[in-house]
């Protein structure tokens, strides 16, 4: 048996049961989903960032699934995620200029 030791997308079970696939899972406590999540989020950045442009399209939405499910555990809505980032762009800008910071004194 393959041993993984991974955070899965709730509805995994339920597809490896279609496909009569042997697993075990077991629920997580509070502090390792935590650890779970984030290092799922490093998992995923990793994945898109070795993905081909092709691909890198669905990596990008795992990563936003994941930063939603961190979002939820720390009881932060979507509106008020959205207003800090509304919030830090009016402040610091977008990225849309391509800027590269070259040096500073």
Excluded: C, W
Aim: no cysteine; charged share 40%; proline share 1%.
């Amino acid at each position: 048996m393959k041993i993984y030791n991974k955070l899965i997308r709730d509805k995994i079970p339920q597809v490896m049961d279609a496909k009569g696939v042997t697993y075990s899972i077991r629920k997580l406590s509070d502090q390792e989903y935590v650890e779970k999540l984030n290092e799922k989020l490093q998992e995923e950045l990793n994945e898109y960032l070795e993905a081909d442009e092709e691909d890198q399209i669905e990596e990008l939405a795992d990563l936003v699934e994941l930063v939603y499910a961190v979002l939820d555990n720390k009881g932060v809505s979507l509106k008020d995620f959205e207003k800090v980032r509304l919030e830090k762009r009016e402040e610091r800008g977008g990225f849309e200029h391509k800027l590269l910071l070259l040096e500073t004194d």
